[in-house]
């Protein structure tokens, strides 16, 4: 972020009181052009839990290259589209939530818009118990696991679906289609080996991480391919679903692939600097205002403990971006109710001055903030309701 544009940020939001966050929307469109031109002309499903602001979802969805969205919760999706947000919402996790399947049983609109997820018979018979015999007709899509075993026991990769084989997808499959209340309409695959691992580590790590990714991801499409096969022999499928941020290329070059997640590439966070295939643009940056100084090269910030889901690591936490020069303390970290910065800048911070920071993944601090700051070329800005502002939490 140029000082410039710190600046801009710095005037749009001037009657604003921190902390605060803004997106920056030059940066959102152009990185959601650049995941359009990465995908290669497969269509973009856009993963809701890496952006959870509606308005940021439609501006996205009403770009050519994006159709649909991947929820993270029943829940979120049924309310997706009764807000008219999106009429076409996979369900990303399979759901167990007994309210929300009777919900999604009694409207018709949100039958025909929502596909549940399934990796076994038994989230079958949690919505069977749910709605009883005779339940309307639900779509479901059957989650392959994507991760790569090199050896045996050697699991590398998320560990979601029990699914891995051709014929264990093949036997889900056929059990679907004998169930009454049922439609089979997709195969999902998520490699979180490829997507969501950085490959640019310096030195010997860089090389072993890209030459693992190749490896899965040659595996991955065959294995994917023989799959989709075995359940296309049951079932006409409408989609089938990979990808994710990080693994667009490999993603796309699978002929069995018909569409491609994506979401985090959209904010640019800070666990994407290390990735060597593409560097989205910092769309999504908060401010914190100086409350202490304790030193003359340290400023301590309100709030910030704005930590990152994942293995607990410093690549967790949020990196001081603007003033340029910053770090944070390694005794303290970020904190839920303050954050110390060091470095030659904070020699010139005062109280009250702003320190500009960015998360390390996209849609969790959409969890801290109420509204989002939209920031437009002009050097404008609005205010818009996050998921949280509109009262809404699912996770």
């Keep these: 972020m140029p000082a410039l544009l710190q600046t801009a940020y710095e005037l749009a939001t001037t009657d604003v009181d921190p902390p605060l966050a803004v997106v920056d929307l030059n940066a959102f469109d152009a990185n959601a052009d650049d995941l359009v031109r990465r995908a290669g002309g497969r269509p973009i499903r856009v993963v809701s ?17 994006f159709a649909g969205v991947m929820a993270y919760s029943l829940r979120e999706a049924l309310w997706l589209v009764e807000r008219g947000t999106s009429d076409d919402v996979l ?32 989230h079958l018979d949690v919505a069977a118990a749910a709605l009883g015999a005779g339940h309307p007709e639900l779509r479901v899509c059957l989650e392959l696991d994507a991760s790569w075993r090199p050896l045996p026991g050697a699991h590398v990769g998320t560990r979601r679906s029990p699914v891995f084989t051709p014929r264990q997808a093949g036997e889900l499959a056929r059990a679907v289609v004998a169930r009454r209340g ?12 490829i997507a969501g691992v950085p490959d640019g580590g310096g030195g010997p790590l860089g090389g072993v991480v890209r030459w693992m990714q190749r490896r899965s991801a040659a595996e991955l499409a065959r294995r994917r391919g023989a799959v989709v096969r075995a ?8 989609f089938v679903n990979g990808g994710g941020t990080g693994s667009v290329e490999s993603t ?21 600097d290390r990735y060597t295939r593409f560097r989205p643009r910092p769309a999504l940056v908060f401010a914190l205002p100086v409350v202490h100084k304790p030193a003359r090269r340290i400023a301590t910030l309100f709030a910030g ?22 770090r944070l303390l390694g005794a303290e970290g970020a904190g839920e109710v303050q954050t110390p910065v ?6 010139g911070l005062r109280i009250g001055d702003r320190v500009w920071l960015r998360p390390a993944k996209a849609g969790e601090l959409a969890e801290r903030f109420d509204e989002y700051h939209l920031v437009a070329a002009d050097g404008s800005a609005r205010a818009v309701p996050t998921y949280r502002g509109e009262g809404k939490n699912f996770g």
């Design 305 to 326: 403990g704005y930590v990152a889901s994942g293995p607990p690591s410093a690549s967790r936490l949020p990196a001081p971006f603007r003033p340029e020069g910053l």
């Design 342 to 347: 060091t470095g030659r800048p904070a020699a």
């Design 231 to 238: 359940v296309r022999a049951v079932a006409e499928l409408e």
């Design 182 to 193: 049922f439609r089979l309409v997709g195969v999902m695959a998520y490699e979180g080996q």
């Design 91 to 122: 369900v990303a996790y399979p759901s167990v939530d007994a309210g929300a399947l009777r919900a999604l049983a009694a409207d018709e609109r949100a039958r025909r818009a929502i596909t549940l997820m399934v990796n076994s018979t038994e």
């Design 49 to 65: 839990k890496s952006v959870r602001c509606r308005e940021l979802l439609e501006r996205v969805l009403s770009r050519p290259g």
């Design 252 to 272: 796309r070059a699978d002929p069995a692939v018909t569409e491609i997640a994506a979401g985090s590439g959209l904010i640019g966070s800070t666990l994407f």
